[in-house]
Nanobody, 126 residues
Framework: QVQLVESGGGLVQTGGSLRLSCAAS????????MGWFRQAPEQEREFVAA????????YYADSVKGRFTISRDNAKNTVILQLNSLKPEDTAVYYC???????????????????WGQGTQVTVSS
């Protein structure tokens, strides 16, 4: 059974940084592309960043490009999202997700991901 557990959220001022982690278990982590999404109150879940199983392919939403960095440590079954230069509009619950099929390409829509964590709250104060 696949489990994804996020951590690292919190309250930070504008311009600050946070490091989100997602610990995965249940199957061979390195075989699966991972993604980060976020959802603000009364808004749809939106794509943030994605990384292939090997880490060789990475893609970011335009809204976070240059400020956020996604990475993974396959030895530790962990995917990281480093959030820098945070803005109030980055406030949301952040979710990590894993694609269903092994060796899938990275994807940018929630419907392409089968497994989800419980989310971690990021709040950026102005």
């Amino acid at each position: 059974q696949v489990q994804l557990v996020e951590s690292g959220g919190g309250l930070v001022q504008t311009g600050g940084s946070l490091r989100l982690s997602c610990a995965a278990s249940g199957r061979t982590f390195s075989s699966y592309a991972m993604g980060w999404f976020r959802q603000a109150p009364e808004q749809e879940r939106e794509f943030v960043a994605a990384i292939s199983g090997s880490g060789g392919s990475i893609y970011y939403a335009d809204s976070v490009k240059g400020r956020f960095t996604i990475s993974r440590d396959n030895a530790k079954n962990t995917v990281i999202l480093q959030l820098n230069s945070l803005k109030p509009e980055d406030t949301a619950v952040y979710y990590c997700a894993q694609r269903r099929a092994a060796f899938s390409t990275i994807a940018t829509t929630p419907f392409d991901y089968h497994y989800w964590g419980q989310g971690t709250q990021v709040t950026v104060s102005s």
